[in-house]
């Protein structure tokens, strides 16, 4: 009778400029806004969104209005056709007025008992079993050994994905009931998670239930072999580290002072909402938090860019017209945002994406129907990734089409920046027409993966265009922090008038591709390890696999580096075509540049090979370089061949 009466009164109004609905979860209060507005007040989102499945949308919008406070999910929102709008009049959610919502998928955990020492424990509902934690919105450590930073060894593997042999002592705190451990297990670029099976202390083999993509020997030296250990008591060493007991559903606390005093909050929810056939919603200062990441037992927990994941905190697939404008999507555990197969016209406008499990936005899949087209991310930042699955990508683009990623902040991962295409092999793919520009990206690496880039292309992408992004401080394990990378097959795409400083290794990486174009772009400070394969420009096509480029009115400004690095030969079987010109070379240490020619010297490079015929060696005569600002003095010589000042003010977010 009560929810008949709400949409009556609403339909009274139905020539009125809009439908409001208020979310106040407290009842007391619900009651007098609804005396004092005459709207409809409910107390659960859920209610929110059955009383406006039952109202007429086609004569006025609907706004569902929330109170601010933490709002915790029972099950996750799921949105369907019943719950859309209309092109005419989209449904609106949003804050009430300056307070600030927060959708939680989390668990709030208010009561804990203090045990010897600095230990507090506190109970879950039986069938919890919870993988992150928590307090005052930080994210705190799962008990791990060696603690954060430090790692074991293994020795050998033997081409093994399921086990390999560890130093003798390293596992010896490791307790008799192996059930809720995890072991982390660093390969190149990924990092692999397992549950136990078994160890062998006699000849010191671990083997897990679940296997990794590669052999754990596949490479020793570009994952140093390198592994941990958490989810035990014995781990829990450091203040603010934490482990879980599924056999008695508690979770332990190792802090100083009483939890109970702080905002404690654990993951529960894979995820806080999905969207399956949903059209014409607006999401506008919601904070979407807390969701779950999975690794299933005997289940694959590692690949390129964390793919084998199957939720994230936000999930859309065949939806269109939905947009989240100033939201924040916080403290998730798989990728923040999904947009799946099936979606257009899906767009996230000055939102913050912080403090992932793994990445932040993923587009598509590696199913090429039905892929996503029109998704654009722009004005946002998206910070502070990886945190369960190392190999999460700050914008992930698998197979989608028609995609602007643009004026973006993204940083704090430990794999690739952005990643345009999922095809590793010549031949045309659903992956087109995608716009990479205006955004800064930084801090990518965080020596911890390898083998990745600051922005990072697979496969043929026609109309893709790559401009205007300012990409820094990538750093890597071992080898391949490099600031653009087009690996494997990357075609048809357009580099300009970015800007890349200080690189582990290659400002410019090509591992093969056809007819990718560098133009008006600054490469500064590449290889600035001195590495062996940190040369400025690289290029190492595999064997039988045509490579072609060109590369003109760019800037290169060296230090201890090479200028070249890799297989830059012509060869006419497989097609090698390199096309040079308008560039400008410089090395401020008093070394003389090195071109891939016999001599090394940049006449034979001119005369013999046709290459660089207008270039020159000069200082480009930057602003001031120390500082990163790259701007051109006057006097520049690079303006004569052509070259354009780049303007960084630009790059990034654009503030109101």
């Known amino acids: 009778m009560t929810r008949l009466l709400i949409i009556c009164l609403l339909a009274i109004s139905v020539f009125a400029h809009c439908y409001d609905i208020y979310i106040v979860p407290n009842g007391n209060e619900g009651q007098k806004l609804s005396q004092r507005l005459g709207a409809s007040v409910v107390q659960t989102i859920e209610e929110a969104k059955e009383l406006a499945r039952d109202l007429p949308k086609k004569y006025a919008p609907i706004r569902i209005l929330l109170s601010g ?52 424990m506190t109970k879950l509902t039986p069938g919890s079993f919870p993988h992150q934690l928590w307090m005052d919105g930080v994210r705190l450590t799962r008990a791990r050994t060696p603690n954060t930073g430090n790692y074991f060894t293994w020795d050998h593997a033997s081409k093994s994905r399921t086990s390999f042999v560890f130093s003798k002592g390293q596992l010896d705190d490791l307790p008799q009931d192996l059930t809720d451990i995890n072991v982390i297990a660093y390969h190149s670029w990924t990092a692999s998670r397992h549950w136990i099976q078994s160890i062998n202390r006699t000849d010191s083999t671990i083997t897990f239930t679940n296997p990794s993509v590669w052999s754990f020997d596949a490479f020793d030296v570009a994952s140093g072999k390198r592994f941990f250990v958490e989810n035990f008591k014995e781990a829990m060493d450091l203040n603010g580290e934490w482990y879980f007991d599924s056999s008695t559903w508690t979770l332990y606390l190792q802090l100083e002072n009483d939890p109970s005093s702080h905002d404690m909050v654990a993951s529960r929810l894979m995820e806080i909402a999905s969207y399956e056939g949903a059209s014409h919603l607006n999401f506008e200062n919601i904070t979407f938090s807390h969701s779950e990441w999975q690794c299933g037992r005997t289940e694959l927990c590692d690949g390129q860019s964390a793919a084998f994941q199957s939720h994230a905190g936000i999930h859309l697939a065949n939806s269109n017209d939905i947009n989240f ?53 722009s004005n946002s ?62 801090d990518i690496g965080r020596w911890e993966l390898s083998d990745m880039g600051g922005i990072y292309t697979l496969g043929e992408s026609n109309g893709t265009v790559v401009y205007n992004n300012l990409v820094h401080d990538v750093f890597t394990y071992n080898y391949g922090g490099w600031g653009i990378y087009p690996d494997q097959a990357s075609s048809e795409i357009e580099f300009r008038n970015n800007i890349v400083h200080t690189t582990k290794g290659s400002g410019l990486h090509q591992h093969f591709g056809m007819n990718n174009v560098f133009r008006n772009n600054i490469f500064a400070f590449g290889g ?123 790059i990034g977010p654009i503030k109101d």
């Not at 709002?71 to 449904?91: C, K, M, Q, R, V």
């Open 69 to 120: 406070g933490t709002h915790f999910l029972a099950e996750t929102l799921i949105f369907t056709s019943l719950d859309s709008g209309t092109e005419s009049n989209p449904i609106q959610w949003m804050a009430w007025g300056d307070q600030v919502p927060i959708i939680s998928g989390g668990i709030q955990l208010p009561h804990w008992e203090k045990l010897q020492g600095s230990t507090w």
């Open 528 to 650: 600035i390890l001195g590495i062996n394969e940190g040369g400025a420009l690289r290029t190492d096509p595999d064997p039988g696999q045509p490579n072609s480029l060109i590369f003109v009115t760019n800037i290169v400004y060296l230090t201890s580096s090479t200028l070249f690095y890799g297989n830059w030969n012509l060869d006419s079987d497989p097609i090698r075509i390199y096309n040079f010109n308008l560039n400008v070379y410089w090395k401020t240490e008093n070394e003389t540049l090195k071109f891939p020619v016999p001599t090394g010297t940049f006449q034979e490079w001119k005369s013999v090979r046709k290459m660089d015929l207008d270039s020159i060696i000069a200082d480009p005569e930057f602003q001031d370089e120390s500082v990163f600002n790259f701007n051109l003095k006057k006097s520049s010589p690079a303006f004569k061949l052509g070259f354009v000042n780049i303007d960084t003010n630009q």
């Open 325 to 377: 404008v100033r939201c924040k999507i916080e403290h998730t555990g798989s990728y923040a945002v999904w947009i799946d197969n099936g979606c257009q016209g899906i767009q996230l406008e000055k939102c913050q994406v912080v403090d992932m499990g793994t990445g932040g936005i993923r587009i598509g899949s590696g199913v090429s129907s039905n892929f996503p087209r029109n998704i654009n991310v």
């Open 381 to 442: 930042t998206i910070l502070h990734g990886g945190h369960a699955y190392p190999s999460g990508c700050g914008v992930l683009i698998q197979m989608a089409s028609d995609c602007t990623i643009e004026h973006n902040e993204i940083g704090n991962f430990s794999y690739t920046g952005i990643s345009v295409g999922w095809n590793w092999e010549y031949g045309a793919t659903v992956t087109h027409n995608n716009r990479i520009a205006y955004n800064h990206i930084h």
